[in-house]
Every structure is written in structure tokens, then in C-alpha cells.
T-cell receptor, first 112, second 116 residues
Framework: AQKITQTQPGMFVQEKEAVTLDCTYD???????LFWYKQPSSGEMIFLIY??????QNATEGRYSLNFQKARKSANLVISASQLGDSAMYFC?????????FGIGTKLQVIP | GAGVSQSPSNKVTEKGKDVELRCDPI?????LYWYRQSLGQGLEFLIY????????KSGLPSDRFSAERTGGSVSTLTIQRTQQEDSAVYLC??????????????FGQGTRLTVV
């Protein structure tokens, strides 16, 4: 079974600074995938980045990178050079052999 | 269409009425999820369909909630005798089969349900 924990209800970051959003997971599956989604105020769910449990390299997608520490069961999202448009809810999710499980989300606000 | 389609996009109903929410997943996706999201809150898992397997109904909050998926494609979420606390955005998502764990879930735009 998957359990995703996001412990930061809200975060602030100065524009152009980097920010890390925390995510820890718990699973009994040998293989699994971890995802991050962004949900702006418009409500749509936007897929950002994926990390596989057997991937040796941390995933990167543009300004997004996933700091994957398997031994610590953490999959933190790092956003570099924050922009005002990054203000949104961010959800960490995990998937093993069964359904996708989501964390409760972190609200990020970028300050000009 | 290319994406997950949900209808209606908005629904206002009177307390005590039944409502049906529809989800058309991406063609070929065998997994389908329903989530509920109250204003400013996270995603609350409701139900998960995977192919012909029995659905995972562990997230349904009460027996007023039910869902079905016909022909492995379209899904309908039914809420009977709606209550004001049912007001939320109901999100549907689909993904390819469970063996493809490196593929994300694709979301619809949601149905905003308001019970008055």
C-alpha cells in the first residue's frame, strides 16, 4: 500500500529564489513511481515530473527537479528560479502495483 | 477527445436530490479514479476502477455514494440524497494499466457540485 505525506500546508518563496517542497512516502511495493502535480487557482491538475524507484538519476524537467532519496523514502520537489506563475497547490503522488495515491498538498505562494 | 472529459462542469442541486456525474476517460486507459476536492483542500480518494477487477471503493464516504463503469470506459458517480457537505469539485482521472507505473494519471477539469 502507498502512503504519501506532505507536511508543509503552505510555503512562501521570493521570486527568483529556489524552493523545496517536501514529500515522503511509504510503500511495500518493490517497484513504484513518484509524481508531482501542480494545481493553479484555475483548478486543473498539471503533471510536472516523474521519478521511478529504480532510476539512478534524479528526474529533472526544466526548472523542476525531484530530489529522490530512496533510503529516506523522500521525493522532494525543487523549483528553481521561482516565478509568480508558480503560485499554486502542489501534490505529491505515488503509484505501485495498484492505484495512484496523493498527498494532501502544499500551497506555494511566490512573493514579488 | 484527447483528454479526460467530465460533465457537467457545474451542477447546482437542491439538498435531498440525486445527482449523476459523468467521466469519459482517455481511450484505452484501463484505470479510472474519482476524487473529491473541497475548497482549498487536498484530493480525497473516492473510488478506483482497474480493468475488469472489482473496484476499490474504500474511499466512498457513505452509502449515498456509488459509481459504476460501463464497458471499461465511461464512469458515472452517483450521489443520492445530496447534503450540503457534498459540495465540492469532483475530479476524475485515468491512466494506462497498472503494469505501467511510470505513467501519470491524467485529470479531467472536474465537476463543481453545489448543494443548496
Amino acid at each position: 500500500a502507498q502512503k504519501i505525506t506532505q507536511t508543509q500546508p503552505g510555503m512562501f518563496v521570493q521570486e527568483k529564489e529556489a524552493v523545496t517542497l517536501d514529500c515522503t512516502y511509504d510503500t511495500s511495493d518493490q517497484s513504484y513511481g513518484l509524481f508531482w502535480y501542480k494545481q493553479p487557482s484555475s483548478g486543473e491538475m498539471i503533471f510536472l515530473i516523474y521519478q521511478g524507484s529504480y532510476d539512478e538519476q534524479n528526474a529533472t524537467e526544466g526548472r523542476y527537479s525531484l530530489n529522490f532519496q530512496k533510503a529516506r523514502k523522500s521525493a522532494n520537489l525543487v523549483i528553481s528560479a521561482s516565478q509568480l506563475g508558480d503560485s499554486a497547490m502542489y501534490f505529491c503522488a505515488g503509484r505501485g502495483y495498484q492505484k495512484v495515491t496523493f498527498g494532501i498538498g502544499t500551497k506555494l505562494q511566490v512573493i514579488p | 477527445g484527447a483528454g479526460v472529459s467530465q460533465s457537467p462542469s457545474n451542477k447546482v442541486t437542491e439538498k435531498g436530490k440525486d445527482v449523476e456525474l459523468r467521466c469519459d476517460p482517455i481511450s484505452g486507459h484501463t484505470a479510472l479514479y474519482w476524487y473529491r476536492q473541497s475548497l482549498g483542500q487536498g484530493l480525497e480518494f473516492l473510488i478506483y476502477f482497474q480493468g475488469n477487477s472489482a473496484p476499490d471503493k474504500s474511499g466512498l464516504p457513505s452509502d449515498r455514494f456509488s459509481a459504476e463503469r460501463t464497458g471499461g470506459s465511461v464512469s458515472t458517480l452517483t450521489i443520492q440524497r445530496t447534503q450540503q457537505e457534498d459540495s465540492a469539485v469532483y475530479l476524475c482521472a485515468s491512466s494506462p494499466g497498472s503494469s505501467l507505473m511510470n505513467t501519470e494519471a491524467f485529470f479531467g477539469q472536474g465537476t463543481r457540485l453545489t448543494v443548496v
